[in-house]
Structure formats: structure tokens, C-alpha cells
């Protein structure tokens, strides 16, 4: 009787893949905000839209930027771009592809009420010189370009206006739009049914302007929010694919033989940052900010055994890290991936003399639910401190706690993870993180760990459109961050994916974006 | 009778408005959504314009007063994190929520009157005071726990039944099924036994108690005196008067039920409104939360509110009670 059940069900499983052989099942963590790319700023919901809208340009499978709906660029003066555009792309609905969908979709990404406008910094206007061909106009010299133009997608000017899908949806002032519920690019894929938090379903488009790299038909967009649920799916054969695969669940996924597990290390550096203003937050030292004196950094750099944390916190995946940037990363310096040795007593030594040979007390803030296994190594770091003779007061809660507290400077020390995206580039850091606060610049400065220095360069670089000059700059600032102890780094978290015996192969790049459209299945 | 509806009335839409405010209160210091929906390269100036557009800035009573009035409309305003009206949002998801209770609700009946019948007349036996035990076990299981267990079993080691979602469903108008695919009711199954297991242990804990109850009282002993076979004893006497207070309860229950689906959903990802709840205190959504609240706040005071006029209507006596200022008229 078990022995048919069991058949019974094999066979049903072997019929299955047998019909439905070319449709991806694809469990994802969390579900997209929107179907409209311009609502929300967040980099999953863009890399999953990014099979249905296109760019100008778009990042390859190693990361490098290559000609996507404009077929070639030239800078006619050090503020105008003239893009020439690729000709017979059609949108899904069959309108062909022209200058005014690009300008058109530029004004409404750059709008005053649009969520993503910060994507797109440095934008002036742009103007129509034929058909295919768009000048686009930027503030000053800015290099980074074609970096943000890899997430803008194009929309379709006549389906907008039919739509009455002009401007961009705003959750403020309660405007919702069109283009949340329907889509209408020029990707691989086109969407075929949606049902938020259940299902998505994209079907292929036959008439991609490129020549097709994957041979799926459809693809089953599945939100599974629980990490276990997710592997049981992929162990039950319910999904073919995870683009989240649980850390502390790789062995069971591993030991089966029918799923695969692709495992690399993100984007994302890990470091640690300190409040550097005049006085602790809370702490026993009250009339200084011990943490602003040199020594006293470099002994917490050195009192972390950084092979302990990677060991047992992170499961032995993370990449231990010297440098603030990912090797992926242009503005990246192999000598800087150095780190300080792990030396107990000479951490001890430094802490006495700058005055606290029986160390200090200090809070520490770290998520629940944010970076990778970040109560584990917040944990772990802090048990170090301890033996180093610190006084580390652990705070941990839900990221939307921390955040608010994070943001007035409320803190000591926090953990706190850079990925430059959606930019790619050293520069994303700087400008957000290392600058000081001022005008546009410094918005994540939340320990007034400004250097002038530092300053100058990241200003320079943001005009310097000599691209090998411009990564000297950043290199140079990024010396001085790490001479300074600015911050801590720890490591490059990692990443797993998970994918059944049904896909034959995919492309997994450090940035964690699914590339279905470079996906065979068997 | 009218004065006791009003008062009854007056009373649900103060719980009401206490619920919105605490809702409100809470919500307004769980963080800061604009940290969490605006991406790593945003400038401060669009941060700061972002507070302003959402209303951030305004005080504590300004933001209050504006959402109770729109909440009395059936405005929720929009979800910051999709940015569609949170009442459509809720309207959409609330027939997945409602089936599974349905679902739950049935089980705990089907299953729990007939145990609780058996364990009451066979209360000596073996098999009873096992499932007497057992049901101190369901009790005390996690509801995520058994779900977990359930998808291990039948999912991954069986594959008999899907781990997640809803399956196929069929659109009737607004509301959405999943009864009427072969999909739809298989999903329905793990789901559905998850959460009523703690039903099923209440009514059957209820059903034996008052089964004993009603077994010791002289009505049952004259019918066994009349030669009445004890078939018809037990279930057409006994448990009949048993039935009253397991309907009140059942009544009362489903408003628990739709809160703590909550759990169940998350495990597997049934796309109801305790998903949606789970997913907007992820992303701060604090529109959606407070309309999710205070929906089902609205529903355990209606379903009371009702279970009261009801008495009221078939016992007299606790109108007057009600009239004369309660407690010490009795």
C-alpha cells in the first residue's frame, strides 16, 4: 500500500515536470511592491520588474554595463548625452519604440511626486532630436550616468496617456495609478496574471527585440514569506527556484539530490560605525566620546577575531573583508582588503593608553531582521569586546525600531551594511556615507564621522568624468576612512540560491539579482 | 428594548474608538517609514519631503482626527508600501481568511461534538481518557509548530498536499474561492486542520462538560426509566441541550479565529489578511496596519454585540438589568 502511494506519486511528479517543463516556478521571499517600477525604491522590486521593463542600458551577468533599449551613446559636451535607440523594439501591447517613450518616462521618474527620483540625481531635461535619438541634459559633469540609467525603465508614452498614467503614483497624497496593477514594457517577459501575495504569472514575449538566452515560457512568481515553508516547497518539488535560500537550512537543501545550491557572497559590505560626536550616548565616560580618540578604535578593530564570527556566526560563508567596498565594486583596492591581525592584548594595551585600562560601557545597536545573521555576529562581537574589558550594551530589535534611533544618531556603535546599489559603484558609499551631512550629500552620516579630507575628494570625484582619475579619488578617500578606523569592516555577507534539478543553469551575480532572461531549463 | 439597543450601540462605537486610538498610538512609534521606502541613494531633502507628503509632521491629534474621520467613511487612506486604497487591499484578502475560518470552523465541529459525546458517555474507557490527553496536547502545541510538522509529513516526505498558497481560486465578483477547484480545496486541508486543532479541543472539552452535566440531571433519568434506548438518550436528549452554549462559544470563537490566522498564514503563506497584516509591520505600513486592527476589532464587536442582543432577546430579565444600571439590581 505505501509502496503504491509512493509510486503513485512519483509518477504524478514525473507527468508534472513532463508538461510543464518550461515554466519556472520561482518562490521568492517577499512579494513586489508594485507592478509600476517608479513607486517604490527598492532594489528587489525593480530586479524583479527588470524582466518586463527595460533600461537604455543594463548590467551583463558579471556586472558590466552593455547597450539595451539605446544602441550606442556619445557625450556631445561635458553635460549633454545623445543616445541613439535601438530600432524595431516593440512594446508588449505592439507599439513600437521611440524618443518620446524615453522622454517621456524620464519626466515621470524625475517628477516631484515620484518615489524614485532619487535614482536619477542628476537629472536636467532631455530633449528629441528624430525618433531615435534623445539628448539628455544633466545638472553638472556627472559621471555616473549610465550606472542609474541601468534602473530606470522605459515606458510607453500613448499606453501612459491612454492610461492617464502621466504622473508617477504617490502614497502620500493617495494617488494611486494604472500602471500599479498593469505593465506594459519591452522586456523578455510580459505579465500575464497578477494576485499580490499569492501569484505572479509572466509569460515569455515572443517578439524581445534580443535574442532569447533562456527557453522559459512561463514563470509562476511565488511570495513565500516563511523560510521553512520556502524549503519545503523547494523539497516538495513546488517550486523550481529560491533567490533566498535560509543560511541555517543549506545542509538540508544540500542533501538533496534533486536541488542544487549556489552560493556566493553579495554586494553588501558589513562593517561597523561609531557615534563620533562629542559624547557617548549612554555610557559611564560622560564628559568625552572615548570612541573619537584613534587608539581606542583600532582596539576594538583589533579585540575582533574576525575567523571566530565567520566561523560560527556566519556559518563559514561570509567573506572576511579589510576594505568598505566589495571586490565587485570600481573604487575597490586589493591592499585595502587587509585587515588588522585579531590581537587580544595589544587591544588591551591600546584601550590603556588612551586612558581606559578598565575599559568603558557603550550601547550597541543591531537588528533582528535586517543583514545577514546580524544577531549572531552582534552577539559574537560583543562577547569579544567584553573580553577585551569593554562594557558593550547590546540593543537588538526589528529594524523598524532601530532605524528612528539610527537616523537621530542615537547609538554608540551600530552594525550598518552598504551594497551601492542600484549605482555600482564606490561612489554611492561615499557620497551617502562618508561624506558629512550637508545639501545633498552625508544622508547616512549618522555619527558625524565626517572627515574634510575625505570631503573634498568625494566632491571632486562626483564631477570628474575621467573615469580611471575618478576611481583614484575614491580609492584615496576610501585610505583615508580605513588609516582612520573610521569604521570597522567585517565582511561581504553572503548569499545562497536555490534551484531545483529542473533548471539547467542560471547566472548568479553578486549584486542578488535573478537574471531569468540568462536562465536554461532542462 | 430600543434604549437597550442604543446603550448597546453607544457602547460598541466607544470600544471602537478607544481601539482606533490605541491602534493609532502604537503605530505611530513602531519606526519610520520613510527610512524603509526610500532607497540607499535618496537625498535628505527628498527624506524630509517625503515625511511632509505622508503627514508625518503634523501632531499626534491632527493625524488622529483625520484618520477616525476617514476610517467612519471606510477610508483607510493608501497602503505606503503599494500604494493601493487599504480597504480594497483588505476587501481582497478577506475571503481567503474567511474560507480558512469556514473551514476551521467546520472541523471543530464535525470533530469535536462527536469526541466530546464519546469522551462524556465512555468517560472510563481508555480511548477516552487518551484523547483527553491528547487534547491537553493540543492545546498546548504552537499552531506554527503543527503547521511545520504537517508540512514536513504531507509536503515534503508524502507530497500529498501543497506546502503554501491557495491554490487555483475562482473569481465571483468581488470575492474570490478556492472551493470550487480540485487545487483550491486540497490547500484548504493543512491550513484549515492547523487551525482548528484548538477548536477541536475546546468543543470537545465543552461538549463532555456539559454532557456530564446534563447526564445527571433528572430529565435523562426519567427518560432511562421510560426504557428510551440510550442511543437516542445521549444524542437526542442529552446533547441537545448541550448544543446552545457550543454555538454561543463557536460565535464567539470565529472572531479569535480570523485574529489568529494570523500565525497559520504566515506558515502557509495563505494570502489573507493576517499576511497582509504581517507584511505591512514588516515595511512600517502603518495605514494598513491600523485599518487591519481595527477591522477585526469591528468584528468581535459585532459579533458580541450581537451574541448580546440575542440573550437580551430570549431572556428578558437582562434587558431590565441593563435599563436599572446592571450589577447591583440583580
Redesign the interface.
Known amino acids: 500500500m505505501k509502496k503504491a502511494?509512493l509510486l503513485a506519486?512519483v509518477a504524478a511528479?514525473a507527468l508534472n515536470g513532463a508538461v510543464e517543463a518550461k515554466t519556472l516556478k520561482w518562490g521568492s521571499a517577499r512579494?513586489i511592491?508594485?507592478l509600476?517600477p517608479y513607486?517604490?525604491?527598492?532594489?528587489f522590486t525593480l530586479s524583479v520588474l527588470n524582466h518586463v521593463y527595460e533600461g537604455l542600458v543594463r548590467y551583463t551577468g558579471d556586472l558590466k554595463i552593455e547597450p539595451a533599449l539605446a544602441e550606442s551613446w556619445e557625450t556631445v559636451s561635458p553635460t549633454v548625452w545623445r543616445f541613439k535607440l535601438r530600432q524595431g523594439v516593440k512594446f508588449h501591447n505592439g507599439n513600437p519604440f521611440t524618443a518620446d517613450d524615453v522622454i517621456t518616462s524620464l519626466e515621470r521618474v524625475t517628477h516631484a511626486?515620484s518615489?524614485l527620483?532619487?535614482?536619477l540625481?542628476a537629472y536636467k531635461s532631455s530633449k528629441k532630436i528624430d525618433d531615435l535619438t534623445v539628448e539628455i541634459e544633466v545638472n553638472g559633469p556627472y559621471p555616473l550616468l549610465l550606472n542609474d540609467l541601468t534602473n530606470i525603465f522605459i515606458f510607453d508614452k500613448e499606453w501612459l496617456v491612454a492610461n492617464n498614467s502621466l504622473l508617477p503614483?504617490?502614497?502620500?497624497?493617495?494617488?494611486?495609478?494604472y500602471a500599479?496593477?498593469n505593465a506594459n514594457g519591452t522586456g523578455p517577459f510580459k505579465v500575464e496574471s497578477r494576485?499580490?501575495?499569492?501569484?505572479t504569472v509572466y509569460a515569455k514575449n515572443p517578439n524581445w527585440w534580443d535574442k532569447p538566452q533562456h527557453n522559459i515560457d512561463v514563470i509562476e512568481f511565488?511570495?513565500?514569506?516563511?523560510a521553512?515553508?520556502?524549503v519545503?516547497?523547494m523539497?516538495?518539488?513546488?517550486i523550481d527556484f529560491t533567490n533566498v535560500a535560509p543560511l541555517q537550512d543549506l545542509p538540508r537543501l544540500t542533501a538533496s539530490t534533486e536541488v542544487k545550491v549556489l552560493q556566493t557572497n553579495e554586494l553588501r559590505s558589513v562593517f561597523f560605525a561609531f557615534n563620533l560626536t562629542d559624547k557617548l550616548v549612554e555610557s559611564d565616560v560622560k564628559d568625552k566620546n572615548p570612541l573619537r580618540d584613534v587608539r581606542v578604535r583600532e582596539a576594538l578593530y583589533r579585540a575582533i577575531d574576525i575567523d571566530a564570527v565567520q566561523k560560527r556566526a556566519m556559518r563559514g560563508l561570509s567573506r572576511n573583508t579589510g576594505a568598505l567596498v566589495a571586490p565587485a565594486i570600481p573604487g575597490y583596492e586589493p591592499s585595502q582588503d587587509e585587515r588588522l591581525p585579531f590581537d587580544l592584548n595589544g587591544a588591551k594595551k591600546l584601550l590603556a593608553d588612551a586612558g581606559y585600562p578598565n575599559g568603558f560601557s557603550f550601547t550597541m545597536n543591531c537588528q533582528s531582521?535586517s543583514l545577514v545573521n546580524e544577531e549572531e555576529f552582534c552577539q559574537a562581537v560583543a562577547a569579544m569586546w567584553s573580553r577585551a574589558g569593554l562594557k558593550p550594551n547590546l540593543s537588538l530589535a526589528?529594524?523598524?525600531?532601530q532605524?528612528?534611533k539610527r537616523?537621530k544618531g542615537d547609538f554608540d556603535v551600530i552594525s550598518f551594511g552598504?551594497?551601492?546599489?542600484?549605482?555600482i559603484d564606490a561612489y554611492?558609499l561615499l557620497v551617502?556615507v562618508l561624506r558629512s551631512?550637508s545639501?545633498?550629500g552625508g544622508?547616512?552620516n549618522w555619527g558625524n564621522w565626517g572627515d574634510p579630507r575625505i570631503d573634498a575628494l568625494v566632491d571632486k570625484a562626483g564631477v570628474e568624468l575621467d573615469t580611471p582619475k575618478r576611481i583614484e579619488m575614491m580609492k584615496e578617500a576610501l585610505k583615508i576612512a580605513k588609516a582612520e578606523h573610521l569604521f570597522i569592516p567585517l565582511h561581504q555577507q553572503p548569499m545562497a540560491w536555490a534551484m531545483r534539478n529542473t533548471i539547467a543553469s542560471t547566472v548568479q551575480a553578486s549584486d542578488n539579482k535573478p537574471r531569468l532572461w540568462l536562465t536554461m531549463m532542462k | 428594548m430600543p434604549a437597550f439597543l442604543f446603550k448597546r450601540f453607544i457602547n460598541a462605537a466607544g470600544v471602537m474608538l478607544a481601539v482606533a486610538f490605541l491602534a493609532f498610538l502604537t503605530f505611530r512609534f513602531?519606526?519610520?517609514p520613510v527610512?524603509?521606502?526610500?532607497?540607499?541613494?535618496?537625498?535628505?531633502?527628498?527624506?524630509d519631503e517625503?515625511r511632509?507628503?505622508?503627514?508625518l509632521d503634523k501632531g499626534f491629534v491632527l493625524q488622529f482626527a483625520t484618520f477616525v474621520g476617514n476610517a467612519v467613511r471606510g477610508d483607510f487612506?493608501?497602503?505606503?508600501?503599494?500604494?493601493?486604497?487599504v480597504f480594497t487591499l483588505i476587501a481582497?484578502?478577506f475571503p481567503a481568511t474567511f474560507e480558512l475560518v469556514l473551514v476551521a470552523t467546520f472541523l471543530s465541529l464535525a470533530v469535536g461534538i462527536p469526541l466530546g459525546v464519546y469522551t462524556a458517555i465512555k468517560r472510563d474507557s481508555l480511548l477516552a481518557k487518551a484523547l483527553q490527553f491528547i487534547s491537553v496536547l493540543g492545546v498546548s502545541l504552537p499552531s506554527f509548530a503543527l503547521g511545520?510538522l504537517f508540512?514536513?509529513v504531507f509536503?515534503?516526505n508524502?507530497?500529498?498536499l501543497?506546502?503554501?498558497?491557495?491554490g487555483e481560486?475562482v473569481q465571483l465578483g468581488w470575492w474570490s474561492t478556492g472551493f470550487l477547484t480540485a487545487s483550491g480545496r486540497k490547500a484548504l486541508i493543512l491550513p484549515g486542520i492547523t487551525l482548528s486543532l484548538f477548536q477541536i479541543t475546546l468543543v470537545m472539552r465543552l461538549v463532555r462538560a456539559e454532557m456530564l452535566e446534563t447526564m445527571r440531571t433528572d430529565f435523562i433519568r426519567f427518560a432511562r426509566a421510560r426504557g428510551l434506548p440510550s442511543r437516542a438518550v445521549h444524542f437526542r436528549h442529552a446533547l441537545r441541550n448541550c448544543l446552545m452554549p457550543v454555538i454561543t462559544v463557536t460565535g464567539l470563537q470565529i472572531g479569535n479565529l480570523i485574529a489568529f490566522a494570523l500565525v497559520t498564514e504566515?506558515?502557509?503563506?495563505w494570502?489573507g489578511m493576517g499576511?497582509?497584516f504581517?507584511?505591512a509591520?514588516?515595511f512600517?505600513d502603518i495605514p494598513v496596519m491600523a485599518a487591519y486592527l481595527i477591522v477585526v476589532s469591528f468584528i468581535f464587536v459585532s459579533l458580541n454585540t450581537l451574541v448580546d442582543l440575542t440573550y437580551a432577546w430570549v431572556d428578558p430579565r437582562l434587558r431590565d438589568d441593563a435599563l436599572s444600571g446592571g450589577a447591583n439590581a440583580r
Open positions: 502511494w506519486a511528479f512579494e511592491a508594485s509600476d513607486s517604490y525604491g527598492d532594489t511626486d518615489p527620483k532619487g535614482n540625481p503614483t504617490d502614497s502620500g497624497k493617495g494617488v494611486k495609478g500599479t496593477d494576485r499580490a501575495d499569492s501569484k511565488l511570495p513565500i514569506a516563511s521553512s515553508t520556502r519545503a516547497a523539497l516538495s518539488g513546488e531582521d526589528p529594524r523598524s525600531q532605524t528612528p537616523v552598504w551594497a551601492n546599489e542600484p549605482m554611492s551617502q551631512k545639501g545633498t544622508v547616512f | 513602531v519606526g519610520d527610512e524603509l521606502m526610500l532607497n540607499e541613494q535618496a537625498s535628505q531633502a527628498q527624506r517625503l511632509v507628503r505622508l503627514g487612506g493608501i497602503s505606503y508600501r503599494n500604494q493601493q486604497e481582497e484578502r511545520i508540512i514536513l509536503s515534503v508524502l507530497q500529498w501543497p506546502a503554501f498558497g491557495r481560486v504566515t506558515v502557509f503563506q494570502p499576511m497582509l504581517v507584511q509591520v514588516t512600517v
